[in-house]
């Protein structure tokens, strides 16, 4: 039972324009989200969290939103760049277990120039 | 730049022989290290969580006999698949969380493992 899904696996958008990647949760214990980027053939790199207690975090051209009661939670960058073409997973963890996660499959992000 | 490390950054070996993986954390301390294991086109799966000081916690279904982890300090860990066969054959990557309590973790560059 894959508790964390990324039903997308790749997006493809214009440079300039936003990019949406979604994410859906089925555990209720989860309270802290993450999202990660990964280039080929190197680790993921930390890019934006969130904690259950909000709704949006941002930080600079990333933001991400959650919804509880969904179980949802997706990140927008805006505006995109080519740079930004990589894997995207998503991450949930439970308070307690600090630094253990539950990853997604990924989305591939391809930004055209 | 980067502040976990992981060595060698690729390796081939044959079935049957035990392959070392050693990551570590640069210019930090890791009381807690994860090592994940990536199958193409796949998620990253957690195979254990490494602790300083005692033994590691598998997840259910790994073999921890088969995948010996060992945090000899507060900067290394390092993964032993004993006894490889192709079906190790993987990325394998480890991960510290920046820093205690905080879910947020660094990780390696990863280790492409062969087994032939």
């Known amino acids: 039972d894959q508790q964390v899904k990324q039903n997308s696996p790749s997006l493809s958008v214009q440079e300039g324009r936003i990019s949406i990647l979604n994410c859906d949760y089925t555990?209720?214990?989860?309270?802290?989200f993450l999202w990660y980027k990964k280039y080929p053939a190197e680790g993921p790199t930390f890019l934006i969290s969130?904690?259950?207690?909000?709704d949006k975090n941002e930080d600079g051209r990333f933001t991400v939103f959650l919804n509880k009661s969904a179980k949802h939670l997706s990140l927008h960058i805006v505006p995109s760049q080519p740079g930004d073409s990589a894997v995207y997973f998503c991450?949930?963890?439970?308070?307690?277990?600090?630094?253990?996660?539950?990853f997604g499959d990924g989305t591939t992000l391809t930004v055209k120039p | 730049g980067a502040v976990v490390s992981q060595h060698p950054s690729r390796v081939i070996c044959k079935s049957g022989t035990s392959v070392k993986i050693e990551c570590r954390s640069l210019?930090?301390?890791?009381?807690?290290m994860f090592w994940y294991r990536q199958f193409p086109k796949q998620s990253l799966m957690l195979m254990a969580t490494?602790?300083?000081?005692?033994?590691?916690?598998?997840e259910q279904g790994v073999e921890k006999d088969k995948f010996l982890i060992n945090h000899a300090s507060l900067t290394l860990s390092t993964l032993t698949v004993t006894s490889a066969h192709p079906e190790d054959s993987s990325f394998y990557i480890c991960?510290?969380?920046?820093?205690?309590?905080?879910?947020?973790?660094?990780f390696g560059p990863g280790t492409r493992l062969t087994v032939t």
């Open positions: 210019d930090f301390q890791a009381t807690t």
């Open positions: 490494s602790n300083e000081g005692s033994k590691a916690t598998y």
């Open positions: 991960s510290a969380p920046l820093g205690q309590g905080v879910y947020e973790q660094y």
């Open positions: 991450a949930a963890s439970i308070i307690g277990n600090a630094g253990k996660s539950t």
């Open positions: 555990n209720s214990m989860f309270d802290y």
């Open positions: 969130i904690s259950s207690i909000k």
